[in-house]
């Protein structure tokens, strides 16, 4: 749907991006900006989710760098069970 057209545009923008394929529902959407920005929540990153519905929707900046480890192991379990694009 309208998810997987927002992951190809920014995977085609040259952005690392991973569908998770597990058995269970991962509903968050997350993006890490420049290592050191946390963005993430239930919202779909549609023009919806920010004006009519009522997503949780996230920014943590200035990650220490214990948080910054943890996303990268997260990413490399995430990568593993992903789709391609």
Do not use: Y
């Amino acid at each position: 749907g309208v998810s997987a057209e927002a992951a190809k545009l920014l995977h085609d923008a040259g952005v690392a991006v991973a569908l998770s394929q597990g058995d269970g529902l991962l509903h968050h959407k997350t993006a890490i900006v420049d290592g050191n920005v946390l963005v993430t929540g239930s919202a779909n990153w549609t023009r919806s989710a920010f004006k009519r519905n009522d997503d949780c929707f996230l920014v943590v900046e200035d990650l220490d760098d214990e948080q910054q480890a943890w996303l990268e192991k997260m990413w490399r379990i995430i990568t593993l069970d992903s789709a391609p694009l």
